[in-house]
């Protein structure tokens, strides 16, 4: 977006860990409203049954103004990016440069504060201009079963 700061989300339609993800998001964008666009990709691998996206977390993240939500096809867009893991979120300025990449929860499925969250709210309301990169927490995007143990990445 060439007026406002657009914000890149990958998500596992399946993670369990998502659903702090996408309240945290919701939260940023309540507290950003207005400050930037989103958008969560939902990865779909292949081969998959037709109901794959059909979870509540994409209904959720759907329901959040300023939220598009996207089918990521065989993962085509999260490679593009380099996203590997599932809540990975990038933040690009209208400019297109990269000032946030990394994950928005302080630990696999947890909501509350982080720096993360911090980081990006910092970014939006001009008190910072450094580039962040913070750990995700996740589940891997291209596993059709999410596993809660030893999933993270940094």
Request: with cysteine; glycine share 10%.
């Amino acid at each position: 977006d060439a007026v406002q700061p657009t914000l890149v989300m990958f998500a596992h339609p399946h993670c369990p860990c998502m659903g702090a993800n996408i309240g945290e998001l919701e939260l940023l964008m309540t507290r950003c409203q207005g400050k930037l666009n989103a958008q969560v990709w939902f990865i779909e691998p292949a081969g998959v049954p037709r109901d794959w996206l059909q979870t509540s977390l994409v209904k959720k993240a759907s329901a959040i103004p300023g939220v598009t939500v996207h089918c990521d096809l065989g993962g085509k867009e999260a490679q593009r990016f380099h996203a590997e893991t599932s809540g990975e979120a990038l933040l690009y300025n209208e400019d297109g440069n990269l000032l946030f990449q990394g994950g928005i929860t302080l630990s696999r499925g947890h909501s509350g504060d982080n720096p993360g969250r911090s980081a990006l709210v910092n970014l939006l309301e001009h008190k910072t201009e450094t580039k962040i990169k913070t750990p995700v927490f996740g589940c891997s995007l291209f596993e059709a079963v999410c596993h809660v143990e030893g999933s993270s990445s940094q």
